[in-house]
Each structure stands twice: as C-alpha cells, then as structure tokens.
C-alpha cells in the first residue's frame, strides 16, 4: 500500500522539541505556546530552550551568550563567499558558506551541542558578509556587544539598528525557530539518521527550506502586493489569479486548518512597524483573498500563513526581498540543530521505502541494438 502524497498525515518519528496542532491553531516549543514567548523571550533564550529543553536561567543564558558571541567570526573571514558571483541567490551563499564553515571547523563525528552553537552563532555572519560583498563593501567584523538580532542588523550596515528594529527582528526570529516535521527539519533529521556530520545535515536543511512551497514565499509575497498596487486593483488582481488556478503566496499550510498563530503576531507586528499604506493593502489583500479562497475551495480550509506578514516585518526592519529566506534560515537553525541533537539518541537510519510502479522484465540490448524511443 502506498503512502499519502507528500506524506501527509505520516507521523515519521517522535519528538520533544515541538508540534504544531493545525486544528487548534496552536505550536508549542518544549511545552510553551509560542505566544508565551514572542516579544518575551529573547532569541538566544529560544535557542537554550529547544537545544536543552528548558529555558536557561540567567547563568545559563549569561553563559549562552558569551559562547555563541565568541563564536561568530568566519575562520577564512569572507573569502569563500568572495569566490561567489555577486549574482548569486543569498541561499546558495548561505549554502556555501555553511559548507566552508563546517569543514574549516573540522566539524564531524556525532553532533554536539557545542557544534550546534558553534554553527548557529555564524549564520548572521554569513548572510551579511555576503550582503556586504555583494554590493562591492567591505564585511562587518560581529560586535561582542550585541545581541544576535541587533549584531545581524549592524553587519549589514555598520549602523547600530534601531530598537525596535531589533526588537521586530527577535520576535520574527522566535517565532520561526522551529515547526515540528516541516520539510527542512525533516530533510536534516534524515542526514542525520545516516550518522554523517552536522553541518551536513544543516546544508540539507538549507537546500530543503530555498523552495518557494516552504522558506521562499515571503519574497513573493511582496511581488504579488508590488504588482496589486492600489486597493482598486486588489480583487481583480485576486481573481485573476485564482481564475488561472495560481496559488496565492503567503495562504495555505498542510498541518494548519486554522489561522497560524505566527501570522497573528506579525500581523499586529506589521500593523505597527509599516507604512499605513503598507499595511492596508497588504491586509485588504488578506482578507479579500481569504474570503475568496473560502467561498471557492470551502474543503480546503485556507487560511494566511506565517510568510504573509513575515514579507511586511522583514520588509520593515530594512531587509532586501532575497534575504527573507537566508533570515529565515537564521531562525531555523535552532530547530534543526536540536533536531539533530534529539535524532542521534537512540538514532535508527530513516529507509522508508517506495511503491514500484515502474516496467519489469525488459532484456538488455547493447548499444548499437537499440531503437530510439518516442515520447
Ligand atoms: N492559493 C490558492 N489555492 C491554494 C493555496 C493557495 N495559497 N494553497 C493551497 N491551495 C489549494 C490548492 O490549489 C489545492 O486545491 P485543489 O484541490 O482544488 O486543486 C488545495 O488547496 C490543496 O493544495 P496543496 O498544494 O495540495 O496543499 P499542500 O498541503 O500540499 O501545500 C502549501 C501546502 C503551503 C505548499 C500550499 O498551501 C502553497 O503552495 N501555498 C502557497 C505558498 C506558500 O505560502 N508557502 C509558504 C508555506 S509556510
């Protein structure tokens, strides 16, 4: 019997680290609904969290800190990412960069929590050297000082970032940190199920998270309000779309049959932090297509996922559109690190296996036997 298309409704593994229960409309971290610690807890916090299991005390955290602050420089500081086309998608710098980090690190064996930090601490650096390359500048040496949000901000730009940028850009990053069996957690759990390295399984978990069905919808979220406009345009533009049978970027989700409770919280983050203009015509767009989403596809239960307003937060704390992915990265890093901690006690290779539905029996013709085949 074969499984469920994209595996939906597997239960492939068990896990403490998070769930998301899609009728509830609820993801909980290690026991915490994600409202108990958006705009509460500090990033950093989030990472001792799903890495530990609890949340640090603040010896911990003081600890935590000044580890992953230590740990922040690039070993060859750049120069792998200066190889790179300056056109190159910031995911596949990340990509590479994560590769290079990982092998001058020397980081192999089973993976540690020293190792989760030690990758972890360096993803900001990353994403913004490779920024600052791009552009013909310099890279940013990390600031000891800062807090992971705030020293992200200021190696793009040399600028201490404004408060509440940092504070907008921690809670997004709290609130991304991880989502039980998404496919880039997944992907990384299964490297890390054939005992292969850390960054290994973390460069998987990248490639996994690039695709626009999973990290890369926020940018197209803000080419779909680019190309809507004006409010006048809205339905049509709504209609048009779902007429030709598109999908709207930013709706959706396979476990939530409900409103996400992330999109909540940056939706009234957005409503803060853009333009009124901004937030209007991005929430008039919502709630139309919402509303035409539910009166043509009522089964489907379709409600606004986390890259719809994620696109309005990141959009408002100075981020350019091709580094939402690389940022969600940022967050994610945390999950997948502490998933791949969690797969390696009492770890079994994941083998599932597949339905043949291919041809048997065929004979072997050498070469210059063969006909062409037509399609
Ligand atoms: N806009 C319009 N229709 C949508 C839709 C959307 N955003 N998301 C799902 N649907 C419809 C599909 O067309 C399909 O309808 P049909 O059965 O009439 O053909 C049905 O809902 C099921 O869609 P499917 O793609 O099979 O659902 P899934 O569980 O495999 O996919 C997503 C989940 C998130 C990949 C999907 O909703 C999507 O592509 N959303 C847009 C991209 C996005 O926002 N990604 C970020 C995810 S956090």
Not at 19 to 43: N, P
Not at 115 to 128: D, E, G, K, W, Y
Not at 303 to 309: I, L, M, S
């Amino acid at each position: 019997m074969s499984a469920p298309k994209g595996l939906e409704g597997v239960v492939v593994n068990s896990t403490q680290i998070s769930h998301v229960f899609g009728e509830e409309g609820r993801l909980v971290y290690r026991g915490y609904d994600i409202g108990q610690l958006a705009g509460k807890a500090s990033y950093e916090e989030v990472c001792y969290l799903l890495w530990k299991g609890h949340l640090p005390t603040r010896s911990e955290l003081d600890a935590l800190n000044q580890a992953m602050r230590s740990q922040r420089t690039l070993p060859d500081e750049g120069a792998t990412l200066r190889l790179l086309p300056k056109t190159v998608d910031p995911m596949d710098a990340l990509r590479t960069g994560v590769s290079a980090v990982a092998a001058m690190l020397e980081i192999s064996g089973t993976a540690t929590y020293e190792q989760a930090l030690a990758i972890t601490a360096r993803f900001p650096t990353i994403v913004a050297a490779f920024q600052r390359i791009r552009n013909g500048q310099e890279p940013i040496a990390p600031r000891s000082d800062l807090s992971h949000a705030s020293n992200y901000l200021y190696m793009l730009t040399g600028d201490v970032p404004l408060e509440n940028h940092v504070k907008s850009l921690d809670t997004y990053l709290v609130l991304l940190a991880d989502h039980g069996m998404n496919a880039s957690t997944f992907t990384a759990r299964v490297i890390a199920s054939t005992e292969s390295d850390l960054g290994s399984c973390v460069v998987g978990a990248i490639g996994a998270l690039k695709g626009p069905l999973h990290g890369g919808a926020p940018a197209l979220v803000m080419n779909m309000l680019d190309e809507i406009g004006s409010a006048e345009n809205i339905k049509p533009w709504v209609d048009n779309a779902l007429d030709t049978h598109k999908k709207l970027m930013g709706f959706g989700h396979r476990v939530y049959k409900t409103t996400d409770p992330r999109a909540e919280i940056l939706r009234d983050m957005a409503r803060q932090s853009s333009t009124p203009e901004f937030f209007a015509l991005a929430n008039g767009t919502e709630r139309y297509a919402l509303d035409e989403l539910h009166r043509r596809k009522p089964d489907q239960r379709l409600y606004t996922n986390v890259e719809f307003y994620s696109a309005a937060v990141l959009n408002s704390v100075g981020l350019p559109r091709d580094f939402y992915p690389p940022t969600f990265a940022i967050s994610r890093v945390a999950g997948w690190t502490a998933h791949i901690l969690e797969q390696m006690v009492g770890n079994r290779l994941i083998r599932p296996q597949s339905e043949y539905v291919g041809p048997q029996g065929l004979t072997f013709k050498p070469v210059d036997e063969r006909e062409a085949v037509t399609a």
